[in-house]
C-alpha cells in the first residue's frame, strides 16, 4: 500500500466512525464514547497527514508513533460501543476490521524505520 491509499484509509475510517456514531442512539455512554472515538479517529489521518511532511525521521518516527495510539485508542472505544450496542454489531465489526490492518501496517511501517 503507498502513501496515498494509505491516506485515503485513514480518513475513510474516520469518516465510517463519524457515520457510525450518528446512527448510535444518544444516553450517556454512548455520547462519551462516541466522542472519544470520534476525536481519536479523526486523530489519525491528521497525524499520518502530519508525518508525511515530518521535518526528519525522528519527527516521522514520532508523528507515526502518535497515529498508532490513536488507532489503538480508536479500536478501544470500537469494542466499548460494541458492549453497549450489541445491535450495531455488523457495523462495528465492519469498522474495527478497517482498523486492525491500518495499526498494523503502521506498526510495520515503526519497526522499519527503527530498523534503518
Request: proline share 3%; aromatic share 6%.
Amino acid at each position: 500500500m503507498n502513501a496515498e491509499e494509505l491516506k485515503s484509509r485513514t480518513k475513510q475510517f474516520a469518516i465510517d466512525i463519524g457515520r457510525l456514531t450518528q446512527l448510535l442512539p444518544e444516553n450517556r455512554i454512548n455520547n462519551a464514547y462516541c466522542n472519544q472515538v470520534v476525536r481519536s479517529s479523526s486523530s489519525v489521518g491528521a497525524n499520518y497527514r502530519a508525518a508525511r511532511r515530518a521535518k526528519s525521521k525522528a519527527d516521522h518516527i514520532n508523528k507515526l508513533k502518535i497515529v498508532e495510539e490513536e488507532l489503538d485508542e480508536s479500536l478501544y472505544f470500537l469494542e466499548l460501543l460494541l458492549v453497549f450496542n450489541p445491535t450495531f454489531e455488523e457495523k462495528i465489526n465492519s469498522i474495527y476490521q478497517m482498523g486492525e490492518p491500518l495499526l498494523r501496517i503502521i506498526v510495520a511501517t515503526l519497526v522499519t524505520l527503527r530498523n534503518n
